[in-house]
Nanobody, 119 residues
Framework: VQLQASGGGLVQAEGGSLRLSCVAS????????LGWYRQAPGNQRELDAL???????NYADFVKGRFTISRDDAKKTVYLQMNVLKPEDTAVYYCYAGVIVDGRTYNYWGQGTLVTVSS
């Protein structure tokens, strides 16, 4: 199982946007709930957004209205469109896949991609 995240980088806070992508291999993508988490230095990993197999989405309050999660099951890819980026969004972003088999969830993580937002 591999989750390969990409799309991070350095962006200015004023009007800055980034689109993160995460390509999965070795898992049954269509039966996976998918998500993006962030971890800033000295902080615990926390949820940004989730999208279920039925495409129900859930966002952390601090990204609502700015970030959009989506998935393309044919490409086995989950995206995070990040708009109106703020310096406090600076973190390593990890993609997540929760594969549901017989009522049990198996959790997988990508390697992380660094997002730096300068003020």
């Amino acid at each position: 199982v591999q989750l390969q995240a990409s799309g991070g980088g350095l962006v200015q806070a004023e009007g800055g946007s980034l689109r993160l992508s995460c390509v999965a291999s070795g898992i049954f993508f269509s039966i996976s709930n998918l998500g993006w988490y962030r971890q800033a230095p000295g902080n615990q990993r926390e949820l940004d957004a989730l999208i279920t197999t039925g495409r129900t989405t859930n966002y952390a309050d601090f990204v609502k209205g700015r970030f959009t999660i989506s998935r393309d099951d044919a490409k086995k890819t989950v995206y995070l469109q990040m708009n109106v980026l703020k310096p406090e969004d600076t973190a390593v972003y990890y993609c997540y896949a929760g594969v549901i088999v017989d009522g049990r969830t198996y959790n997988y993580w990508g390697q992380g991609t660094l997002v730096t937002v300068s003020s």
